[in-house]
T-cell receptor, first 116, second 116 residues
Framework: AQSVAQPEDQVNVAEGNPLTVKCTYSVSGNPYLFWYVQYPNRGLQFLLK??????LVKGSYGFEAEFNKSQTSFHLKKPSALVSDSALYFCAVSPPQGGGSYIPTFGRGTSLIVHP | GAVVSQHPSWVICKSGTSVKIECRSLDFQATTMFWYRQFPKQSLMLMATSNEGSKATYEQGVEKDKFLINHASLTLSTLTVTSAHPEDSSFYIC????????????FGNGTRLTVT
């Protein structure tokens, strides 16, 4: 069975500083990995995904994530945080096609707070 | 981009009544839809997966007779909370996936249900 761990419930960072939101996963085979963001009282919005290819994936709003197969990690990063980046961030994993149920597994979410 | 419309965005109902929540994919065909429940400051809890024209598959612990899911077309899925009780109060979110296996999920903006 696949699983996702987001070890931090909350990440605090000052505006203008780099941010990292951590995610590790467990899945059989090569994973499909996703990051989503949720603003208060809204649904989730897709940020970026890793399917194959370059380990560094760039997404929306200046976010990027690095796939590290040996560490089974897919940390979300941004070089310079904005106050408007404050939100709840979810990492998700799906097994490769044919590897079982497509149903993606979500981490428990990390609340990012960017201080002015 | 792909848009999922979820209605209503909020609803208040009396205990014992039923509430229907609609989830529509506006510009793509949603072969699979997922229904989630989210408690405050907590992750998403998958309730059920529905494929167009098939019966929904419910997660363990979710009462299928209480949470009726219908996915009658490739653009519409509904969740009906029957005989609602205060403990059913929550934030319900739908998401949809198109025909491409590794495409990200597209989420509705959620429905805040309050049962009095």
């Amino acid at each position: 069975a696949q699983s996702v761990a987001q070890p931090e419930d909350q990440v605090n960072v000052a505006e203008g500083n780099p941010l990292t939101v951590k995610c590790t996963y467990s899945v059989s085979g090569n994973p499909y990995l996703f990051w989503y963001v949720q603003y208060p009282n809204r649904g989730l919005q897709f940020l970026l995904k890793y399917i194959t290819g370059d380990n560094l994936v760039k997404g929306s709003y200046g976010f990027e994530a690095e796939f590290n197969k040996s560490q089974t990690s897919f940390h979300l990063k941004k070089p310079s945080a904005l106050v408007s980046d404050s939100a709840l961030y979810f990492c998700a994993v799906s097994p490769p096609q044919g590897g079982g149920s497509y149903i993606p597994t979500f981490g428990r979410g990390t609340s990012l707070i960017v201080h002015p | 981009g792909a848009v999922v419309s979820q209605h209503p965005s909020w609803v208040i109902c009396k205990s014992g009544t039923s509430v229907k929540i609609e989830c529509r994919s506006l510009d793509f065909q949603a072969t699979t839809m997922f229904w989630y429940r989210q408690f405050p400051k907590q992750s998403l809890m998958l309730m059920a997966t529905s494929n167009e024209g098939s019966k929904a598959t419910y997660e363990q612990g979710v009462e299928k007779d209480k949470f009726l899911i219908n996915h009658a077309s490739l653009t519409l899925s509904t969740l009906t909370v029957t005989s609602a009780h205060p403990e059913d109060s929550s934030f319900y979110i739908c998401s949809a996936r198109g025909t491409v296996y590794n495409s990200p999920l597209h989420f509705g903006n959620g429905t805040r249900l309050t049962v009095t």
